[in-house]
Structures are given as structure tokens and as C-alpha cells.
């Protein structure tokens, strides 16, 4: 039996790469092959379906080839280089470390590494698989001899599958009530996702179309920094009544938000793939996106892309999606449509597919 | 019944008409994104690569690392267990600290001499960001009435975006608007800027290559450069020319309007000759430039000034002599006045992320 075991920076829970890695390993378990997932740090609940990478050493005495997850710098993509087994490598993008050299130099470091390290296993790399086609490009880019796309392998049918927490919808529609669009932007609170330019089109909005209009920006923070600047400009807009900076939350309370949400609206200038996309086309959200990095090719023409920032072409755009039901109806049907190119078993499928090519059976 | 097609860029084309049109209507204030934009600017981190002292000093409270070694635990015990190890351990810790503090703290003081040299060099030779705010301040020559046809007739069919860097007064932008072209002025003086915005025109204030640097690579139809072309240093021009040629989508133009380095000299004052940081190029090095970024079907198109020596009447007996050499004067005289240089990205040069 062939095994291609999974080598990780750090499976948890929260983000959809750790998904990813779980279900690579499902549908290349299915497909015949043996694999284990091999982690730098594994978080609770997902301790138990990880090794310690340094216990790997590869004297399972099958043909055994490793596949690297990249996605930050890690001591597991250097154990990798060391080995002699084939590499794959699967690339889910690393945000450009310029994004954080004014906000968290000490991330910068990192991300730096991470971009070389891609850079160094490009020669080892027998296969490179990228979430998108401008992942993709970034892979050519380095010169990996063998690309292909294989969208992030992420269950869309479990998307909405929890319950709206009843609470939170509450809280939101009694907010409703009393007038006003809701705006909604889902992801880490950073830079690259420019959070403070969706704040600057909501003022906007707010002051030229709908003054009662709220926004809410769900997500952990992955700069303190940039979270701190956001409050504050937040604040010095005198928007802290309708600007809703929520954090992380539930499942059911993120359910709960997209269920009363009237618009999706995306300015990052920089993404990979952009999950909470396919959130927002399940739960029938119109979309307004800055076409930048991977978003015009995870919405296709399933949203508005437009090529400007501008706040009042941003602001402008919700207002007409908003102002027309046939629009953001079509809008609705068209994401729903699209997320059916995500499917599980199809992505799983073309996965199996390059691997096997590559690898045999 | 089919559902209607779904025309997202008829939408978003209308969408841009009626931001244009408000704020020709003046309902959008010029002001309000630059305000916004110097609003949270006041509350993000100075630009490390801006401003050298702000990203030493940083690096210099860096150094100084916390020696007090964190032991709180919710976990029964381990909190004892770590003090207990804190202070078994508290004088290799301390040990490793110190060491690292004066890494830092040498690499910081070698840093901050190596800062003292370079303004001192800057100094002597001239300071290339003071020469570009004084350059800028120069009013560029603008011959878009000469260029204005030659361009729109290059630009007419793009489909995508247009980037006009810079915009100016918007004369050219509003010839391109009205050809069809789906263009956007970039203008770095926001008085010019507003007075093109409050015509209707979509004019981003800001910076040429700031603003080329935010533009996804591959993401435009075409790029129109005209002012700045005329007075960035030579080192500039060409990180300008690797950007925008970065920005272009395969197959898309490149398009340079220019004034000619002999009409530019002729219609300085002394002083602004001397100030400007740089020269315009000729027409034939904007050629070999995108000749060297493989390019293809490259044009040049020089316009003539319309100054010329009277040639002397053909009854003259040393006419045909006189009338070549007073040609020969006229041309290194006058010259031409202005250029348009277009090149066409391949199709094959793969898109950078830089």
C-alpha cells in the first residue's frame, strides 16, 4: 500500500484549512492510500488526529511520499526538505508579508519564512495543488514543474447545518425593526482584509443612502494593532453605535447574523480563497466584493465585483443591490448556484485524481 | 419562463455613471475619501518603510525584553511547578537575555550610524525625495488637445479598466470617457484632482505608484503615463514602466505621452529646469524600454511644434544649399514638441504578484 501522509503547521478547528487536512486524509484513506496527519501543534478537539511530526521517520517500508501544507514559515516544511521521500505540496496562500510590517513586525518574520520555504520546495515538490487558480499562479511563479488546482476540500452542506442562535436573532431583528440595512463582513480582523476601508464605505452609506444602516465585522483578531486603529476610527466617525466589531463567535451565532444580514461586503486586498463567501451564497447574502486576489475567482458572477475601493462606489453598489429586489434576488440565486461548484465529493475527486496520477495506486 | 441574464457589468457600469454623476451634482463632497483616508491614517502605525528613526526606535524598544518570566496557570499545581522552575531557571534566563539585548542593542547602533551616512550622502548629492516634492510642485506640460486623438484611437476597444496616471485637469480622461474607454484618472495633487472630480470624472487622488503598487497585477486594460513621466528620476521611470507593465492583463497597452526632452528645456525657467528631479525621455528610449519588456507593436508618433527658420525664396542663387542646412538648424531647434509611445503586453509573459 502507497502512504501520503499529511505534514501540518498546526490542525485546529477554528480555521478551514484544518478542515481541509481532515478531509484530504478521509478521501485519500478512501482511495486506498494509508495517511496520517503529522502537526507542528494540534488544538483541542483535534489532538488525537495528529502526530508529532519529529515522530515521523518513514520505515513503514511502503512507497511513502509527504504532503506539505503551506500556508505560514514552519519547522515541519524544514523536517520536510531533510527528508527523502516526494513531496507534494499543497499551497493555501500566504499573505504577503508587507500586509504586516507596519502592524505586527513580529509576524512579518514569519510570513517571510514561509514565502522562502515555498520558494525551497519547489525543487523537491513533485506536484504542487493550490486552493485557486491565482494560488496556482503563485506556484508557476516559484517554478514548480507540476501545478493544479484543487479547490480548499470544504463541506458546503454543513454550511447553516447549526441552528441560528435564537438570541442573537433576536437582538438583530429587533434592530431591524426600528429601520435600517444590515451590513456583514466574516474573517480575521487584518490588514489584508482592510476592514477599515468597508468602515469607510459604510460611512458612506450610511450618509448618503441609509442613515440607519449597521454594520457588524465578525473574526478573531490577527493583529491587535490593526484591531485597536479600527476601534478607534470606528469611534472617531462617531459609527460606534452602528459599527458592531463582534469577534470570534459560534457557529450559531454567525448563523444568526448571515440569517438577518441584507449585504455581504468584501474589501480585502488580499485572500486565497475566501470561505465566508460560500457562507454568504448559502445563505442567500447578495455580495459586494473589491475584486482583488482569489475573490473574483471564488465568486464568479455570483456577486457585484467591483474594481474600485471608493466608498461611494462601494456604498453606491450596496445601495442598488439593495434598492432592487430583482437584483439582489437574482444575486441570491446566482450564489446559490455557484456554491454548487464547490461540491465535497467533486473536489475530493480531483484530488484523488492528481494524486493518483502522480503517485500511482 | 428563463430567468433574465444576470448583466453584472452593465450594473457596475451604471453604478460608476451615477457616483460620477453625484458627485458632478456636488452631493459628494471632493473631500470626504481623503478624509476618511488621513481619519484612520492618524490611528494606524507610522509606515516603517517611511520613516527610518520611527523603525529604529522601534527596534529599540524591542530590545528591551521582559525578564520577569510569566508562571500564571488555571491548572492546579502547575503554577507552583513553574514559579519553582522560574527560579531554578531564572539565572540562565537571564543570562540568554542579556546576551540578546546587546545583539540588538549593537545591531540598532550600527544601524542608526549606517542612517548618519546615508543622510549625509543624501545631503551632498542631492535629496531625492526633497527633489521629487519640489519636482511635483513644477507644472508638468500637458499637450493632451496634441495627444488626445492618437490615444483614444489606441484605446478605443479596450475591454477592461484604463488607468490614466497621471489625470491632470482630465481633458484626456473626458476623451476617453466619451469613446466608450472605461477609464480612471489617478492624479497625485488633490487640487487638481477635485476640480476633475467635480466634472464627473472618476480620479483617484493619489499617488501614481502607490496607486499602481494596490492594483492587482494583471488587473488593467491599459495604462496611460503622462505627467509624471516627464520629471521622476530615471530610476523611478523605470520601476514606474516594471509596475505598470506588472499591471497590465497580457495583450493590454502601454501608452506614454510625453513632452520631447527638447520642447521640456525650452519651455523651462532656469529655475525649474535646475529643481526638477528629472527629464522627459525621448521617444526612442520609451521604445527600447518596451522592446526589452518584449512588447509588441510598438508606435511612435511625434508631434511637430510648428516653429520653423523661414526657408529663403527659390530665386535666391544659393538656395537648395541654404534652405537643406536651414532644415538641418530648424529640426535641432525646434524639434518635435511631444510624443506617444504604445506597446502591447504579450500575451505569453506571465503575471507577477510584485
Not at chain 1, 502507497?2 to 484549512?17: E, G, I, K, R, Y
Not at chain 1, 523536517?79 to 527523502?84: H, K, N, Y
Not at chain 1, 465578525?218 to 493583529?223: E, F, P, Q
Not at chain 2, 526632452?261 to 527629464?279: H, M, Q
Amino acid at each position: 500500500m502507497t502512504a501520503v501522509h499529511q505534514f501540518v503547521p498546526t490542525l485546529a478547528p477554528w480555521d478551514a484549512v484544518g478542515g481541509h487536512y481532515l478531509a484530504v486524509q478521509a478521501a485519500l484513506r478512501e482511495a486506498g492510500y494509508r495517511s496520517d496527519i503529522y502537526a507542528h501543534e494540534a488544538k483541542d478537539p483535534y489532538k488525537k488526529r495528529a502526530l508529532p511530526y519529529r515522530s515521523f521517520d518513514g520505515t513503514g517500508g511502503e512507497p511513502t511520499w509527504l504532503m506539505y501544507h503551506s500556508s505560514i514559515g514552519s519547522p515541519v516544511a524544514e523536517f520536510v526538505l531533510g527528508r527523502r521521500e516526494p513531496v507534494i505540496v499543497d499551497y493555501h496562500n500566504i499573505t504577503p508579508a508587507s500586509f504586516y510590517a507596519r502592524w505586527e513586525p513580529y509576524v512579518v518574520g514569519q510570513l517571510a519564512l514561509g514565502r522562502r520555504q515555498l520558494a525551497k520546495l519547489a525543487v523537491r515538490a513533485s506536484l504542487g495543488l493550490a486552493d485557486s487558480a491565482y494560488n496556482a499562479g503563485e506556484l508557476r511563479e516559484l517554478e514548480y514543474d507540476r501545478v493544479a488546482v484543487v479547490p480548499i476540500l470544504f463541506d458546503t452542506a454543513t454550511i447553516g447545518r447549526t441552528a441560528a442562535d435564537p438570541a442573537t436573532v433576536n437582538r438583530l431583528t429587533t434592530a431591524k425593526a426600528r429601520g435600517g440595512s444590515d451590513w456583514l463582513f466574516v474573517g480575521r480582523v487584518s490588514p489584508n482584509k482592510a476592514q477599515h476601508d468597508i468602515v469607510k464605505a459604510f460611512a458612506a452609506y450610511r450618509r448618503f443612502h441609509d442613515p440607519d444602516a449597521r454594520l457588524h465585522l465578525l473574526g478573531s483578531a490577527s493583529s491587535d494593532a490593526y484591531l485597536t486603529s479600527l476601534e478607534k476610527f470606528v469611534i472617531a466617525l462617531d459609527l460606534e453605535d452602528a459599527v458592531d466589531i463582534a469577534g470570534p463567535v459560534t457557529e450559531a451565532e454567525k448563523n444568526a447574523y448571515y440569517e438577518t444580514a441584507d449585504a455581504f461586503v468584501v474589501c480585502s486586498e488580499h485572500e486565497g480563497f475566501c470561505v465566508p463567501l460560500l457562507e454568504a451564497m448559502h445563505h442567500g447574502v447578495p455580495i459586494v466584493a473589491y475584486a482583488a486576489a482569489a475573490v473574483p475567482e471564488t465568486l464568479g458572477s455570483a456577486g457585484l465585483l467591483l474594481p474600485s475601493k471608493d466608498p461611494f462606489t462601494v456604498a453606491g453598489a450596496v445601495a442598488r443591490v439593495l434598492g432592487e429586489p430583482g437584483l439582489r434576488t437574482a444575486l441570491a440565486a446566482a450564489g446559490r448556484e455557484r456554491l454548487g461548484r464547490f461540491d465535497l465529493a467533486a473536489s475530493c475527486r480531483t484530488l484523488v485524481t492528481e494524486v493518483g496520477a502522480l503517485v500511482g495506486s | 419562463m428563463p430567468e433574465p441574464v444576470l448583466d453584472l457589468q452593465r450594473v457596475r457600469r451604471e453604478i460608476e455613471a451615477e457616483v460620477r454623476a453625484r458627485r458632478a451634482a456636488g452631493e459628494y463632497p471632493p473631500g470626504f475619501s481623503r478624509d476618511l483616508d488621513e481619519l484612520f491614517a492618524r490611528f494606524s502605525p507610522p509606515e516603517a518603510s517611511d520613516d527610518f528613526d520611527a523603525a529604529v526606535e522601534r527596534a529599540e524598544e524591542a530590545i528591551s525584553m521582559e525578564l520577569v518570566i510569566p508562571t500564571a496557570s488555571n491548572k492546579p499545581g502547575v503554577g507552583l511547578f513553574k514559579r519553582v522552575l522560574a527560579k531554578l531557571l531564572g539565572w540562565y534566563h537571564v543570562f540568554v537575555v542579556q546576551q540578546v539585548s546587546a545583539l540588538g542593542a549593537a545591531i540598532t547602533h550600527a544601524l542608526r550610524l549606517l542612517g548618519n551616512r546615508v543622510d549625509e550622502l543624501e545631503r551632498t548629492s542631492g535629496h531625492t525625495e526633497r527633489a521629487r516634492s519640489e519636482g511635483a510642485r513644477i507644472p508638468a506640460d500637458r499637450d493632451d488637445a496634441t495627444w488626445e486623438g492618437v490615444v483614444t484611437r489606441a484605446l478605443t476597444g479596450c475591454t477592461g479598466r484604463v488607468a490614466v496616471c497621471e489625470s491632470g485637469d482630465g481633458v484626456l480622461l473626458a476623451a476617453l470617457g466619451q469613446a466608450g474607454v472605461d477609464a480612471y484618472g489617478v492624479e497625485p495633487r488633490f487640487v487638481v484632482a477635485d476640480a476633475a472630480i467635480a466634472a464627473g470624472l472618476e480620479v483617484r487622488v493619489d499617488d501614481v505608484v502607490g496607486h499602481l503598487r494596490a492594483v492587482a497585477p494583471g488587473d488593467l486594460a491599459a495604462v496611460v503615463l503622462r505627467g509624471c513621466v516627464e520629471r521622476l528620476p530615471v530610476g523611478e521611470v523605470l520601476d514606474l514602466v516594471d509596475l505598470a507593465t506588472v499591471r497590465l492583463a497580457p495583450g493590454g497597452l502601454l501608452v506614454v505621452a510625453s513632452v520631447s526632452p527638447e520642447a521640456w528645456g525650452r519651455g523651462r525657467t532656469s529655475v525649474e529646469a535646475d529643481l526638477a528631479p528629472g527629464r522627459p525621455l525621448h521617444a526612442s528610449t520609451w521604445a527600447a524600454l518596451l522592446t526589452a519588456r518584449e512588447f509588441d507593436g510598438i508606435e511612435t508618433q511625434a508631434f511637430a511644434t510648428g516653429d520653423h527658420l523661414q526657408p529663403l525664396p527659390s530665386t535666391h542663387p544659393d538656395a537648395g544649399v541654404l534652405n537643406d542646412n536651414i532644415t538641418r538648424i530648424s529640426e535641432a531647434l525646434f524639434g518635435s514638441s511631444s510624443y506617444v509611445v504604445v506597446g502591447r503586453r504579450p500575451i505569453s509573459t506571465p503575471t507577477s504578484t510584485s
